[in-house]
């Protein structure tokens, strides 16, 4: 595995990977602390909107990023090289690591990036560190399964199935922060960032929160569902055969 590791982060060398997990956050801190220089509303609900944001815009990068790491290999003769790997299996939790490890990296640093910049705009309020720590991991612990989701889609159909995909997934979560998706956001893996930052705001503030089923087992729920997704794409790998097409 560790020498999977460092092959994968040598091919990676000569693709935008590391770039992108760097400039993206830098990016979006300073678009969104700009834009709360001339705001006014109150800062603590700018930060609730700024963790939505972030949890919102997600499955496009998490399917940009995935199409990088998936498509080097794809352009490899239709991912000869994972084709005719001793483990398929190893090869593919590799570049998940990739991906799941610098995700996390990207998460703390576009959210801590903003708690530190916040308050030069706005004197006085300082963001809870807890809050930010929990709101970073609530968006990328949710997003596993997108991350799992897309590297399917681009082994199987393509990086353009899997934009359009993610397209989709980027209106039903905008849709599911409306009262439609009080009841049903939990079945939506693209929502479930969006509305668990949401309800943690709301706990943190020491509001009331009430949702149809209990936050145990909406995280039992995605647990679940994301190991199962695991389990399932790694299953599905070992009678993958590539693909005849792979000029997308």
Known sequence: MGRQLRSDALKLKRTPFYILHMAIPVMGVLVFISYMGISAHAPESLTINYLQVLALVYPI?????????????????????MLTASLRRRALLSKLFFLLGFGLAACLLVIFGY?????LVRKGYIPSGQMLLVSALIVWGCA??????????????GRNVSFAMSAVELLFSALMLTGLGETVWFLVPSAWGVRLVSLYARYASRQVVTTVLS??????IIALTTLGMLVLILAWLCRWEGRKSYDD
């Open 215 to 220: 936050i145990s087992s909406i995280i039992s």
């Open 61 to 81: 990068l998490a399917t940009w990023l995935c199409s990088v790491v998936i498509g080097q290999e794809i352009e490899a003769g239709g991912g000869f090289f």
């Open 115 to 119: 708690g530190r910049l916040a308050p």
């Open 144 to 157: 596993i399964f997108l991350y799992l989701f897309h590297a399917w889609l681009c082994l199987r159909f």
